[in-house]
């Protein structure tokens, strides 16, 4: 891996002052995403939903709702990220994109079986696997080096922003009226909420890709995307950066696919105490990831993996203390507290890209990072899936299920300790981890 020495960078200022508003737009389109996300995990508790698709009592076709959106997302992540970063830029890129989600997910209902409902799923995964790149190109381009943790913090906070509030709406949707309306509702969301806040609040001019001063001819397109992925394959830390990503998407999708399934087959709550219970973590993490942020901004760079090392000790110590419980004081505390900590590791990734990645190749190294991220941490709810289906009951099939999800901090935790040891050798205070390569 070649390392390249960081300066500090200056992007362009917004004139009018309205980079936050974009951020703000930012924050609600990956809410609106997350809805939908989730989506998946509260219709498969409902038997009117399995039982139309031919999936009730399957678990692993079950996860496979989850993991085939993941597969399609982190493909195109990773293949479509450099064409829109070359030549659509953010605004342009995101339009196309949530378009497509409002298309998607307004047919999906309609599929005539399980294999083209995952079908379907694996599209609209590929139409939402550019979002976290545009997402951080923005800010990578409204904000200098030394600020970007809170902009960072803010616009990841419609991760748990949205399954906070998606959870509890998905459930009054699917079982005040039936499993079709949430799909209808998303795809409402996304195209009269989501489509409007791109077009007025993402500026034209300053979300076009940095290389691109113009319209682009055909063969300097494809220059420059090949450029653009050269560029994003020489960000020092690359491996650990990704290792990272993988675990924290891990613990995401595994933690959000099987959580509603957890508290009503396990803890047997009920559908309306389930759908409370199941927001409260990820509202708590509203607020410890703009902590997170806040934080990041404070540390020095190379200090910047402190923030996973405290986050991943806190969230697998939270976990397992959650699986060993039964009361539901106890349950709702365990959650809450690992969804805390696992929020404060948010906006740490991207700062970590922002500050290593060369500024004309951010979002690609993103999307790189995301996309192979994404694929890889796709197949833990089919994975959880099969080990919660494997348990001699479902308690006990829960709590292996979930012992994987601790696994996943254990691996954030070693990779941290690794990139705090390589910036000990860092004698004075830099912009980049890389500085002290």
Not at 104 to 133: C, D, K, N, Q
Not at 138 to 155: C, L, M, T, W
Not at 230 to 255: D, K
């Amino acid at each position: 891996m070649s390392v390249l020495p960081a300066a500090p960078v200056q992007p362009a200022r917004s004139d009018t002052g309205n980079r936050w508003l974009g951020v703000v737009a930012l924050l609600t389109i990956v809410a609106i995403s997350y809805v939908d996300r989730v989506n998946a995990s509260v219709l498969i508790t409902d038997r009117a939903f399995t039982d139309h698709f031919g999936i009730t009592g399957d678990r692993v076709m079950q996860g496979a709702l989850t993991t085939m959106f993941l597969v399609g997302y982190g493909i195109a992540a990773f293949f479509l990220t450099p064409f829109y970063e070359a030549v659509l830029g953010v605004r342009r890129g995101l339009l196309v994109s949530i378009a497509a989600w409002a298309t998607l997910t307004l047919i999906s209902p309609y599929a005539f079986g399980a294999i083209m409902l995952l079908t379907l799923r694996f599209v609209l995964g590929g139409s939402e696997g550019p979002l976290f790149s545009l997402k951080t190109m923005y800010i990578r381009q409204h904000f200098a080096n030394d600020e970007v943790g809170k902009p960072n913090a803010v616009s990841s906070m419609g991760v748990s922003g949205g399954l906070a509030v998606g959870i509890p709406l998905i459930t009054w949707l699917v079982y005040s009226w039936d499993w079709h309306s949430s799909f209808i509702a998303l795809a409402f969301l996304n195209a009269v909420i989501g489509l409007p806040l791109i077009y007025f609040f993402i500026n034209r001019e300053s979300s076009r890709a940095p290389q691109t001063a113009g319209p682009v001819s055909g063969t300097s397109s494809h220059h420059s995307v090949r450029e653009t992925i050269r560029l994003a394959f020489s960000t020092p830390y690359l491996a650990a950066i990704l290792l990272i990503e993988v675990a924290t998407l891990a613990y995401l999708w595994g933690s959000s696919s099987w959580l509603p399934s957890y508290l009503v087959q396990a803890e047997h709550f009920s559908i309306a105490n389930m759908g409370i219970i199941a927001s409260l973590p990820f509202a708590t993490a509203v607020a410890s990831g703009f902590l997170g942020g806040y934080l990041i901004d404070k540390l020095p760079s190379r200090r910047v993996p402190l923030i996973f090392v405290l986050g991943s000790l806190g969230t697998g110590i939270s976990v397992l203390l959650l699986v060993s419980s039964h009361a539901t004081a106890a349950i709702a505390f365990w959650l809450i507290a690992s969804q805390a900590f696992w929020g404060l590791q948010g906006s740490a990734i991207p700062t970590l890209v922002q500050h290593n990645a060369p500024k004309a190749a951010v979002g690609s190294t993103y999307g790189f990072i995301n996309g192979v991220g994404n694929l890889v941490s796709a197949f833990m709810p089919l994975a959880m899936g099969a080990v919660i289906g494997a348990g001699a009951t479902t308690q006990s099939g829960f709590v292996s299920g979930f012992a994987l999800l601790a696994g996943t901090q254990l691996v954030t935790l070693c990779v941290a300790l690794y990139l705090l040891y390589r910036g000990r050798a860092v004698d004075t205070p830099a912009t980049s981890l890389a500085a002290g390569a």
